[in-house]
């Protein structure tokens, strides 16, 4: 029986809502607010930049008296992220809390994929504290804030998203009721930016094939695909069904240099079948916001966060 939905953590809220970090100083390609959310450093930032896993875009757009801009992306075989800020004269942008999820169900379009066809999960929300009031250079006030959009590239079509044109489409900004049972608007407008996506994949993938055991069931972990900013996992074989049988759900951390990688520095994640078939193999991803060294990996952590089944460590040799 085929699967075609997969699980997503509504993990980027956690993300953003933990990105408190001072400015940090910025070579000229990079972005402030994007070294602050990974932590970069210069050097860290050359390095990135060097590899060719990020692209400055600067593009944007205006609907209503508000402006869109995509700033800069970072991209691997696993993630996308896209950092994007919104800014406008208008004072009801500091009213802003979201975009409705309702009106927003296919915020990203890729080439050739739209909508569910994209077999991605989009994660995405403001920059906790970064709404703001500046001054302009004519002496007018600009209230603005950061949006940041993170796109599973782990797609069900098992298509590389790098050379296509990814579309980016917001409408109509939004806040939450009271009971927080729902969204109002708050600005009506459609915005809207294309561009082609460029990267150099530096994901390093791990044949791994060991045994784990979660309780009394057995499964192994097939493989670790590894980059500076996020990682992916796959468990297949053994009694895998059984153990995925009610609580399918995978969550996953690195381990660098002996350490399991904070709380604080693990972003959003997905999880789903990773095969044609149900119950034939599970993938979980994770991202950082901080940038590690993937030569330092030496291990995993996993967990089924919803069932009875206690985290285990996966050393890797």
């Known amino acids: 029986m085929k699967r075609k939905s997969i699980f997503a953590v509504a993990a980027a809220v956690i993300l953003l809502g933990v990105i408190t970090a001072g400015a940090y100083s910025v070579i000229s390609n990079w972005n ?36 869109m801009e995509v700033l800069q992306t970072i991209a691997d075989g696993n993630m996308i992220y896209v950092l994007m800020k919104f800014s406008s004269e ?22 050739g994929y739209i909508g569910e066809s994209l077999g991605s999960s989009q994660y995405w929300g403001m920059v906790h504290d970064s709404m703001e009031t500046v001054i302009d250079e004519n002496g007018n006030e600009i209230h603005q804030f950061y949006f940041f959009l993170m796109i599973d590239n782990n797609n069900n079509n098992h298509q590389d998203y790098n050379g296509r044109e990814i579309t980016i489409n917001l409408q109509d ?40 055991q979660f309780g009394e069931y057995v499964t192994y972990l097939e493989s670790i695909k590894i980059s500076p900013v996020s990682m992916t996992v796959v468990l297949s074989g053994g009694e895998l069904d059984r153990i995925t049988e009610e609580f399918p759900f995978l969550m996953t951390a690195p381990i660098i240099d002996g350490v399991q990688l ?26 950082f916001t901080r940038i590690i060294d993937v030569e330092k990996l030496t291990g995993v952590f996993l967990r089924f966060p919803d069932g009875e089944f206690e985290g285990v460590v996966v050393a890797i040799n």
């Not at 208008?90 to 080439?111: A, G, H, M, P």
Request: net charge negative; aromatic share 10%; hydrophobic share 35%.
């Open 173 to 212: 900004m939004g806040a939450f009721t009271s009971k927080f049972d729902g969204m109002y608007t708050v600005i009506e407008g459609n915005w809207e930016v294309s561009w082609v996506l460029e990267y150099q994949d530096h994901t390093v993938l791990l044949e791994v094939n060991q045994p784990v």
């Open 262 to 287: 904070p709380y604080e520095a693990i972003g959003s994640g997905s999880s789903g079948w990773a095969g044609e078939n149900f119950g034939e193999s599970v993938y979980a991803s994770c991202t």
């Open 32 to 67: 402030p607010k994007m070294a602050e959310i990974f932590r970069a450093d210069e050097q860290t930032q050359q390095k990135i930049i060097d590899d060719g896993m990020s692209q400055v875009l600067n593009l944007s757009t205006e609907d209503n008296g508000v402006t």
């Open 90 to 111: 208008n004072e009801k942008l500091l009213e802003v809390e979201s975009f409705s999820y309702e009106t927003n169900k296919s915020v990203v379009q890729i080439e």
